[in-house]
């Protein structure tokens, strides 16, 4: 969740193969084994439960993580050419002001938009966290 996924998959690719994947790593079907890849999750479970595979986690500093989520994520448009979770965007823009289009004030947008995750963080309204910008402790705790 924003803290090098790309990263790390070119990294472990290249260990495998001598190379970085040509591409988003995100879209690589061979060559690699990732839960998306239905012939790959027998060998993921076996690998998991026997205690083959290591885990590991990272952890990014918390403000450059929920910046990037808020650009990536919320200004941004995503690799299939549409906003983040469909309507997301639009209800930022009604409840909470969020200026996403043309020549906006950043600065005023990413605020409401702390404002925006932090409600969804203690209060779980208007919606539950999303994992982009929720606390990394509970995603290394699983």
């Given at each position: 969740?924003?803290?090098?996924?790309?990263t790390i998959g070119q990294i472990m690719y290249y260990s495998d193969h001598g190379?970085?994947?040509?591409?988003?790593?995100?879209?690589?079907?061979?060559?690699?084994?990732?839960?998306?890849?239905?012939?790959?999750?027998?060998?993921?479970?076996?690998?998991?439960?026997?205690?083959?595979?290591?885990?590991?986690?990272?952890?990014?500093?918390?403000?450059?993580?929920?910046?990037?989520?808020?650009?990536?994520?919320?200004?941004?448009?995503?690799r299939n050419g549409q906003r983040y979770r469909g309507k997301l965007v639009p209800l930022l823009v009604q409840k909470y002001g969020i200026e996403v289009?043309?020549?906006?004030?950043?600065?005023?947008?990413?605020?409401?938009?702390?404002?925006?995750?932090?409600?969804?963080?203690?209060?779980?309204?208007?919606?539950?966290?999303?994992?982009?910008?929720?606390?990394?402790?509970?995603?290394?705790?699983?």
């Amino acid at each position: 969740p924003k803290c090098a996924c790309s990263t790390i998959g070119q990294i472990m690719y290249y260990s495998d193969h001598g190379e970085f994947y040509d591409g988003d790593i995100h879209d690589a079907t061979g060559g690699i084994h990732k839960w998306s890849i239905e012939s790959s999750q027998d060998k993921l479970t076996a690998a998991v439960a026997g205690n083959q595979a290591y885990t590991f986690t990272c952890v990014r500093n918390p403000y450059t993580r929920i910046l990037s989520a808020f650009f990536d994520k919320i200004c941004g448009i995503q690799r299939n050419g549409q906003r983040y979770r469909g309507k997301l965007v639009p209800l930022l823009v009604q409840k909470y002001g969020i200026e996403v289009e043309g020549d906006f004030d950043q600065i005023a947008s990413f605020r409401r938009f702390l404002l925006f995750a932090r409600d969804t963080v203690k209060f779980r309204k208007p919606m539950d966290p999303d994992i982009h910008w929720s606390g990394m402790a509970g995603h290394a705790s699983t």
